[in-house]
């Protein structure tokens, strides 16, 4: 297809019955079903749909985009997001339709992503709780965990801290913010009395990398491994990759940020 207009499209959804954003054979994912409602609402399938981030199976997003590529320009923004929203499925939900130019490139141009890590701990809680928030059954020291989730602010070698990368995966990555805060963004009836919430803000992340650090602030409230493991684990990683990593349903991509074009 020749590329003649281009939109970014920004989507929310609820990952819990998706194994994750990227197309697999067999599996239901978001860009595979955004990909098959497309042609109802366009007419044709002459598109093209990139997107900005690859998640996780179960995780969820409030603010995930994606661009789209057409060969004729969309005459009626409006018209189209509603036609779009009423052929997805109930679990996703399309939030706003930008243009943008061939100079956008929704890979390379910079941005902010923020993530955010729900969960409780102890009793297990409310069946309804799933699709948002891990539960871990041993009891957490809260308060080192607090302290441990601010050791990854800065810049540091995360080469623990993912699975499976490649030749050229840059381990040396920034990390804006890094906290862990008493949950009153998400509440419900049958949530638990206390619960938590990890947010962490970074230009990228790596494979699996929020859900393993996610998975070592758990190691360190159970008393598993120390503040100062997390430190050295920073400065001077082994070659060994972390293996508990947390799962996948208390995550939730919060935001994305681009510095230029959109």
Known sequence: MTKKHYYLIRIQFLGYRYSGWAKQPNQKTVHGMIDRTLPYVLGHDRFKTLGGSRTDAR????????????EEAITDEGAFLKSFNLNLPYDIRAVSVQVVDEKFNIIQNPKMKEYLYFFAFGEKVHPFCAPLMATFSAELDIELMMAGAQLFEGTHNFKQYCTKPSENTQFVRTIEHSRIEKNTQFTASFFPENSYVYTIRSKGFMRYQVR????????????????????????????????????GSGLILNSTQFNSHA
């Open 59 to 70: 995780v969820s997003a409030l603010d995930m985009v994606f661009e789209l590529f057409l």
């Open 212 to 247: 393993l650090m996610m998975g070592q602030l758990e190691a360190l409230g159970k008393g598993e491994v120390s503040l100062d493991d997390i430190r050295e684990s920073l400065v001077n990683p082994p070659d060994t990759h972390l293996r508990n990593i947390a799962p």
